[in-house]
């Protein structure tokens, strides 16, 4: 059975920090992204990393702020929420697949695989 599970979400203050992680298991992915979904608003991408280099990428809402990793050990992927603020309030999703080469990621819904997601609150 194939699970991604999130974890890490809660209350934090705005300018804190906080730490997402997304465990795989059942397989192994090449491609992870983390998407959010704010009350009333549409689901949209956060940031994904894939490949070898790997590849990364952040919506402009989030650069400078988020930072995403993996470890490919462990199957697991990381966004790093570093000064967030009221406006990143929202549930997040951690999403996966297994992409043709190159394994190019993208801050598209067209993942295969979702996490139940965890919810994320700032406070300000």
């Known amino acids: 059975q194939v699970e991604l599970v999130e974890s890490g979400g809660g209350l934090v203050q705005a300018g804190g920090s906080l730490r997402l992680s997304c465990t795989a298991s059942?397989?192994?992915?090449?491609?992870y992204a983390w998407f959010r979904q704010a009350p009333g608003k549409e689901r949209e991408g956060v940031s994904c990393?894939?490949?070898?280099?790997?590849?990364?990428d952040y919506a402009d809402s989030v650069k400078g702020r988020f930072t995403i990793s993996r470890d490919i050990a462990k199957n697991t992927v990381y966004l790093q929420m570093d000064s967030p603020k009221p406006e990143d309030t929202a549930v997040y999703y951690c999403?996966?697949?297994?992409?043709?080469?190159?394994?190019?990621?993208?801050?598209?819904?067209?993942?295969?695989?979702w996490g139940l997601g965890t919810q994320v609150t700032v406070s300000s």
């Open positions: 999403a996966a697949e297994q992409a043709p080469s190159p394994p190019t990621c993208a801050l598209l819904p067209r993942y295969g695989y």
């Open positions: 990393i894939g490949g070898r280099s790997p590849n990364i």
């Open positions: 059942g397989r192994t992915f090449n491609n």
